[in-house]
């Protein structure tokens, strides 16, 4: 069996239209800056002015921006590391081995696939050796990424949005000359340039931009800055404490966890059907290495002394992590692997680690009347969206290791509710309008969302 074609249908226009897009492009870069601001001036508490008076306020906002001029000027040196970064990962794309797989037909292609090099485990692992070398010889020690933290993120933010830029313009003018053809375009040129152009934007046949966003950029950096902070932590103070191995293990099992299933990636919706614009461009770059990474801010910068938490806080939150990490490793295995199982595709990636219950024998499905399948049994017999749950319980978990000193840790569990609870609603919609009454089958037979047997 084939899989479904990718759809060409003009979306909708989602976020509140262009309004909306610009309140998000410049809302997120100034929420990452006050965050940063925070936690390097304030001590990790919300930055308010001295006093609401139009005076106060202004006041505020000139301090505010004299901490981002000095402490986030983006230096060449900044950039310098920024984008040897960048461009290593780029050259690690398309020369380290990996599995060659083809993604879903697109229609907008005349139902033709692409080819994916799928190596970021190498990557990833070829940039921990690499780092590791630089970092002994003192060519480059890696606690440079938390002192450069401000300039990196002014650098990324800058580059977030030039990139788009490029993006778009190459996509609307060039085409496929250049990357990729537009597609499903609203008409809007700002809610386009945040939505994005094009689908699958390329440089040369084998570098897919969107893939080579997806894991290198943002989860390879979160992990280095909470290497960083271990490093640090050992210099100064001889050990390490249990709350930065907690980070560095967390972070690990993420990128680790992302890298290893890399070739799961591409016959996901977002792959198939979601454009490289300004969303993903700038959150893949900027957004989650330099806000995800507040837990391991908020951690380096104090003496270890202020966060022993009892040794069985430590345990009850390493459970969570592991057990959460399991559910979110086989859950997304299982479904996965089922789709392989459909579409006849019998790779399969033997990357550390191997957990048990990564593939289901004999699954049940629903054979749905538009071709296409709904899984049954495995861990979406409990709940639906159950990879969503632990996922979130995980982002929680890196919170709560840094106490309640502090609200900054706690953006990213926030935050990414939200972002849950826009995608499992968009994920609804879109399953109601593609299965129908199938999907209505496939709710009586699996009834709950988040958690089994609640809710």
């Known amino acids: 069996m084939k899989p479904n074609a990718a759809s060409t249908e003009r979306p909708s226009r989602e976020f509140g239209g262009a309004k909306g897009v610009v309140a998000m492009m410049t809302g997120f870069p100034s929420i990452m800056y006050y965050l940063w601001a925070s936690a390097k001036y304030n001590d990790g508490q919300f930055l308010q002015p001295t006093s609401y008076t139009l005076s106060g306020v202004c006041e505020f906002f000139r301090t505010f921006g004299n901490y981002i001029a000095i402490g986030a000027y983006p230096s060449k040196y900044a950039v310098a590391i920024f984008w040897t970064y960048v461009i290593t990962q780029g050259i690690f794309y398309v020369t380290l081995p990996g599995i060659r797989t083809r993604g879903l037909p697109l229609k907008h292609r005349n139902n033709t696939s692409l080819p994916y090099l799928c190596n970021a485990v190498w990557s990833f692992y070829t940039s921990m050796i690499v780092l590791a ?27 977030s949005f030039i990139i788009t830029f490029v993006l778009y313009v190459g996509s609307v003018l060039f085409g496929e000359k250049l990357f990729d053809k537009p597609h499903a375009l609203s008409g809007n040129l700002i809610y386009d340039y945040f939505m994005g152009a094009s689908l699958n934007p390329r440089v040369g046949k084998l570098l897919d931009l969107k893939m080579f966003f997806e894991v290198r950029i943002p ?101 969570l992590l592991i057990c959460c990490y399991y559910v979110f490793d086989t859950c997304n295995s299982q479904k996965n692997r089922f789709r392989n199982q459909i579409y006849g595709l019998t790779t399969t990636r033997k990357s550390f680690p191997q957990l048990p219950w990564q593939t289901i024998k004999n699954p049940t499905f629903i054979r749905c009347a538009n071709g296409g399948t709904l899984l049954t049994s495995g861990w979406y017999r409990y709940a639906r969206k159950i990879h969503y749950t632990v996922d979130f319980f995980q982002s929680l978990s890196w919170a709560l290791i840094t106490g309640f000193s502090s609200p900054l840790p706690y953006f990213y569990p926030c935050f990414f509710m939200i972002v849950l609870i826009h995608r499992v609603s968009r994920d609804i919609n879109k399953c109601k309008a593609k299965y129908g009454a199938d999907f209505d089958e496939y709710c009586r037979i699996c009834p709950y969302l988040f958690i089994p047997y609640v809710f």
Request: glycine share 4%; aromatic share 20%.
């Open 219 to 319: 989860w390879f950096i979160l992990f280095f800055l909470s290497v960083a902070a271990a490093v640090r932590q050992f210099e100064n103070y001889g050990y390490v404490s249990p709350q930065v191995l907690f980070v560095c293990l967390a972070h690990y099992l993420y990128a680790n966890g992302c890298a290893k299933g890399e070739e799961l990636i591409v016959p996901t919706w977002d792959m198939a059907y979601e454009k490289f614009g300004f969303m993903l461009v700038f959150w893949n770059m900027a957004g989650v290495p330099f806000t995800y990474s507040h837990c391991t801010l908020f951690l380096s910068a104090r003496n270890p002394k202020q966060y022993e938490w009892s040794s069985s806080y430590n345990i009850a939150l390493y459970a």
């Open 133 to 159: 070398v630089l970092h002994v010889s003192n060519v480059f020690r890696i606690t440079t990424l938390l002192d450069q933290f401000g300039p990196l993120m002014s650098v990324a933010i800058i580059s």
